[in-house]
């Protein structure tokens, strides 16, 4: 079983920057890729940036590259998101995931199994 709670959203102005935390309970028999993703309204929830587990190799989406930056704690039960140089169009509410596999890490919503509840970003 997998447990994971995201926290830090909020709003924020256009050129700014915010960090976004993801803890998570995962059972150490198994290898994890952690994803964030995010939902804006009326648009499909679409994957944002992937870290995987055993040796934090990172995959990110386009509209995100250089701008944010995953990253884990050295116990592995914390993964950060955090995000630079925001724009109105990162808008949305950020989800974290995870499901057991192999890097590379997908960008694919359909292979994450577990899911946070989520927090909203606001960029104004």
């Known amino acids: 079983q997998v447990q994971l709670v995201e926290s830090g959203g909020g709003t924020v102005q256009a050129g700014g920057s915010l960090k976004l935390s993801c803890a998570g309970e995962?059972?150490?028999?198994?290898?994890?890729?952690v994803g964030w993703f995010r939902q804006a309204p009326g648009k499909e929830r679409e994957g944002v940036t992937t870290?995987?587990?055993?040796?934090?190799?990172?995959t990110y989406a386009d509209a995100v590259k250089g701008r944010f930056t995953i990253s884990q704690d050295n116990n592995m039960n914390t993964v950060y998101l955090e995000m630079n140089n925001l724009k109105p169009e990162d808008t949305a509410k950020y989800y974290c995931?995870?499901?057991?596999?192999?890097?590379?890490?997908?960008?694919?919503?359909?292979?994450?199994?577990?899911w946070g509840q989520g927090t909203q970003v606001t960029v104004s």
């Open positions: 995931a995870a499901y057991g596999g192999w890097r590379p890490c997908y960008l694919d919503r359909s292979e994450y199994k577990y």
């Open positions: 995962i059972s150490s028999d198994i290898k994890y890729c």
């Open positions: 870290i995987f587990y055993g040796d934090s190799s990172t």
